[in-house]
């Protein structure tokens, strides 16, 4: 029989290649774990019982909040807390961080930023959804409370980022850095187990991601772009696949095993962008890159802008490394 390695002893075994770990963020992704299988739990029954559909308020962007929504900010909220090594969280869903100062929390030396459910719009027609969370080492003195600069930290200081993806199986993928790393949800097991060492997105593919019906507001360069997608050429594997869910986890999970191109650039109704850099571009793009993969926004590497406010919004392409570079090509020449 085939040893399994899960989420945990593959954490541990992670922890012992630097020397100078004493199991905080170990015991912090732990308990992420924890949250996922809590909310995995409810997205599985949500059509048994009456946990779809509205909650009866807007979050703070003036978007219908959802019951799972609700339920899953809790369920991570809990545990980042309970784990007590999270001094403070930047949730999508609320307005302002909150910050643990309590306890242990008070003494801890990382903050978490998360969407705990993306994608929530699918999730009374059945299509996945996830969670997608990154990890900080706070700037502020150990001991005191987090303050907003603890937040507000470039992409290119993250310690770790993942998504979980709650679809025909519930997978979670993370990465500290060295690597992608994919484990898939055994259910008669409770537990995660590697079942995709080292992902690594190939540099090419055939698919592209974008939400055309607001192709008449793109900016000429990604209109261009979308054109080129479709034109056939044999030497590009031309025409492309348009391939889009509308679940930043789904769609970003299936290029990153396929090799394919996500674009979100700024509309009508989203002047500047859609997606917001702390919650979803900027660990997104830290795992594309870890994955071989690039990440861009308006004008340069996602990681590398410096966040203005928490719920900042910005235009993202992200994907295999030379059909994100064809888009920057296009937005470019276009300029
Ligand atoms: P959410 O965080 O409110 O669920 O919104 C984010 C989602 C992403 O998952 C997805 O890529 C995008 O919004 C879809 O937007 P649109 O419906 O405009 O194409
Ligand atoms: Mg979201």
């Known amino acids: ?104 929390c008070r003494n801890a030396k990382y903050i978490v930023c998360m969407d705990p459910l993306d994608g929530s719009s699918n999730i009374d027609v059945n299509v996945s959804v996830g969670t997608i ?26 310690v770790a980022a993942g998504y979980i993806m709650y679809g025909s199986s519930t997978m979670l993928v993370y990465t500290v850095g060295r690597g992608v790393y994919g484990f898939t949800l055994d259910p008669s097991l409770g537990e995660f187990c590697l079942s995709h060492p080292d992902m690594k997105m190939s540099a090419t593919g055939k698919i592209y991601s974008i939400n055309e019906g607001n192709y008449e507001k793109f900016p000429v360069g990604i209109k261009q772009y979308i054109k080129y997608c479709q034109v056939k050429d044999e030497q590009t594997n031309r025409p492309y696949t348009s391939r889009y869910i509308g679940s930043l986890v789904a769609d970003f999970h299936r290029n990153l095993l396929k090799g394919g191109v996500f674009m979100y650039p700024p509309t009508d109704s989203h002047p500047t962008g859609k997606l917001r850099l702390l ?14 993969g690039q990440a861009f926004g308006q004008d340069g590497r996602i990681l590398d802008i410096e966040p203005r406010s928490i719920h900042q919004r910005v235009p993202f392409y992200v994907g295999s490394y030379d059909m994100v570079a064809k888009v920057m090509e296009f937005l470019h020449k276009a300029e």
Do not use: W
């Open 279 to 292: 919650y979803e571009c900027n660990p997104m793009s830290f795992i594309a890159e870890q994955a071989g």
């Open 133 to 158: 969370f990154s990890i900080y080492r706070r700037k502020s003195p150990i001991g005191t409370p987090a303050i907003l600069e603890d937040f507000l930290q470039k992409g290119s200081e993250m």
């Open 1 to 104: 029989m085939q040893k399994v390695i899960t989420l945990n002893e593959f954490i541990i075994h992670q922890q012992s290649e630097f020397p100078e770990a004493r199991g905080s963020f170990s015991c912090l992704l732990h308990h992420i774990g924890i949250a996922a299988k809590k909310v995995n739990r409810e997205v599985n029954k949500a059509g048994l019982v009456d946990i779809l559909g509205r909650v009866g308020c807007e979050n703070i962007q003036g978007e219908e909040q959802q019951k799972l929504d609700v339920f899953a900010n809790e369920a991570f909220m809990t545990e980042l807390q309970a784990s007590g090594e999270c001094c403070g969280v930047a949730s999508e869903e609320n307005e302002d961080a909150t910050i643990f100062n309590e306890g242990l």
